[in-house]
T-cell receptor, first 111, second 116 residues
Framework: RKEVEQDPGPFNVPEGATVAFNCTYS??????FFWYRQDCRKEPKLLMS???SGNEDGRFTAQLNRASQYISLLIRDSKLSDSATYLC????????????FGKGTRLSVIA | DAMVIQNPRYQVTQFGKPVTLSCSQT?????MYWYQQKSSQAPKLLFH???????NEADTPDNFQSRRPNTSFCFLDIRSPGLGDAAMYLC???????????????FGPGTRLTVL
């Protein structure tokens, strides 16, 4: 099982749609979880951290399911500007690598 | 604004010609990272510095070296670039505590390396 696994997409959705991404992780001892957004040819930027109790920021909701070892990102009322690649990031409690990045899920919001 | 700065933004080098990429930060973070990212792939960690302690990933080629002369600056040296080293190189910083867990990483805009 890969350390962090995401559906690469692309997810093509119309404006206003609700879209959800899942990400699975392999290390049950992981403690820190993030969603980053990366626009084409730009650097990743933190979208939101994912807390055990789940958290919401405007149209974005992140959830953590420790039992099944996945995190999710829900985007409501999609905007054209939401088009980007969404990277799932999980910490690795053992070994050198502090954070492990997924390959990302590509979202295209269409007018 | 506090930030992570990378220079140059675009670098062209010849096969086998050494190249140095630079990163500086005004965030005063204790950890600095270098990632390699190729098209449609996840950022791949090459190495990171926790203060002055260097941590190399097991699969980072010897061709890649790094220096961190002070808190603010970190350099990536590619001794003999090959065609396969063409990629975006991202520098990131974070403030980590020994207590564990990981905090947000702040990324620079990246240096896009072309090898001819």
């Amino acid at each position: 099982r890969k350390e962090v696994e995401q559906d690469p997409g692309p997810f093509n959705v119309p404006e206003g749609a609700t879209v959800a991404f899942n990400c699975t992780y392999s290390n049950s001892a992981s403690q820190s979880f993030f969603w980053y957004r990366q626009d084409c040819r730009k650097e990743p930027k933190l979208l939101m951290s994912v807390y055990s109790s789940g958290n919401e920021d405007g149209r974005f909701t992140a959830q953590l399911n420790r039992a099944s070892q996945y995190i999710s990102l829900l985007i409501r009322d999609s905007k054209l500007s939401d088009s980007a690649t969404y990277l799932c990031v999980v910490n690795k409690p053992s070994g050198n690598t502090p954070l492990v990045f997924g390959k990302g899920t590509r979202l295209s919001v269409i007018a | 604004d506090a930030m992570v700065i990378q220079n140059p933004r675009y670098q062209v080098t010849q096969f086998g010609k050494p190249v140095t990429l630079s990163c500086s930060q005004t965030l005063n973070h204790n950890v600095m990272y270098w990632y390699q990212q190729k098209s449609s792939q996840a950022p791949k960690l090459l190495f990171h510095y926790y203060d002055k302690d260097f941590n190399n990933e097991a699969d980072t080629p010897d061709n890649f070296q790094s220096r961190r002369p002070n808190t603010s600056f970190c350099f990536l040296d590619i001794r003999s670039p090959g065609l396969g080293d063409a990629a975006m190189y991202l520098c990131a910083t974070s403030e980590e505590s020994l207590a564990g867990g990981n905090d947000e990483q702040f990324f620079g805009p990246g240096t896009r390396l072309t090898v001819l």
